[in-house]
């Protein structure tokens, strides 16, 4: 039940949010999770809160956790709370629920704009969302993101991607989906070129830094590196960059799995071998 501190909805995942493997793609799972946070915006401060012909309310940091996969023909019921506020940010976690499972959450850290540069929240926005807050949160984890993409010019897996209209929002300026799908397509790119030996790879985490959302019809390059191989998982550290710089990096963290029973099953020598080669 909603309340002032906890927002409730119910999203329907679309035939279109699926993707090759007959279940919700990540990149639209994560949209889900844009869309709980802004109902609940709305809830909050009204029809019009989405408008943001001033002063305008965006993504910092998201940290994605798919626990379960997400299917088709069942509503998903959302779950959005404000977990701190200061006067430069706020941070939500929004968590998805499918039948009854909780099937993922999202920690996201907001921050305010103006004409493309960072500035204080709102005043009216920071009381109202201060009052909100439940408790103390566990602190975000440190992003090592910055220090992996001091070397991105030597990254291993990379492509072009010309900018579509579709990428932009409405208040004419990159997208928070758009980015999510540019770091899912930078990931893509490298693992499309692994061969799993009939074994899967599935999303657990994607770890997004916004650096600016600032629209250019400059084509946009993505370029993705190991970053770390662990025993059943393994993390790729992706980027999009145009002639204005780094728009969005991730750390995305992928398992490798059984397909019978969809359980974590150890990197194969083989598998490993093919990402020693994605490391720098």
């Given at each position: 039940m909603t309340t002032d501190s906890v927002f409730e909805?119910?999203?329907?995942?679309?035939?279109?949010?699926?993707?090759?493997?007959?279940?919700?793609?990540?990149?639209?799972?994560?949209?889900?999770?844009?869309?709980?946070?802004?109902?609940?915006?709305?809830?909050?401060?009204?029809?019009?809160?989405?408008f943001s012909d001033d002063v305008r309310l965006r993504p910092l940091r998201s940290i994605t956790n798919y626990r379960l996969v997400t299917w088709y023909g069942s509503d998903v019921q959302a779950r959005v709370q404000v977990l701190a506020c200061d006067a430069g940010s706020y941070r939500v976690r929004s968590e998805l629920f499918q039948n009854g499972d909780h099937v993922g959450s999202q920690d996201c850290l907001i921050g305010a704009f103006s004409q493309h540069e960072r500035v204080a929240l709102p005043t009216a926005v920071r009381q109202v969302l201060q009052t909100r807050v439940l408790g103390e949160p566990e602190p975000m984890p440190a992003a090592n993101h910055h220090d992996f993409l001091q070397h991105a010019a030597a990254f291993p897996v990379t492509c072009q991607l010309t900018p579509r209209y579709g990428d932009l929002d409405v208040d004419t300026q990159r997208s928070e989906a758009a980015l999510a799908q540019y770091m899912e397509q930078a990931r893509y790119n490298g693992v499309r070129q692994l061969d799993f030996g009939g074994l899967g790879v599935l999303v657990a985490s994607v770890d997004i830094i916004f650096e600016h959302y600032r629209p250019d019809i400059a084509t946009m390059n993505l370029a993705a590196a190991i970053n770390r191989i662990g025993n059943s998982s393994f993390v790729f550290t992706g980027y999009a960059a145009n002639q204005l710089g780094i728009q969005a990096a991730a750390n995305s963290v992928m398992v490798v799995i059984d397909i019978a029973s969809n359980r974590p099953v150890p990197i194969t020598p083989a598998i490993r071998q093919q990402l020693e080669n994605m490391m720098l």
């Open positions: 909805c119910s999203l329907s995942p679309r035939f279109t949010d699926l993707d090759t493997w007959r279940h919700v793609n990540n990149s639209r799972v994560y949209q889900l999770h844009q869309e709980a946070r802004l109902r609940a915006h709305l809830a909050q401060f009204g029809a019009d809160a989405w």
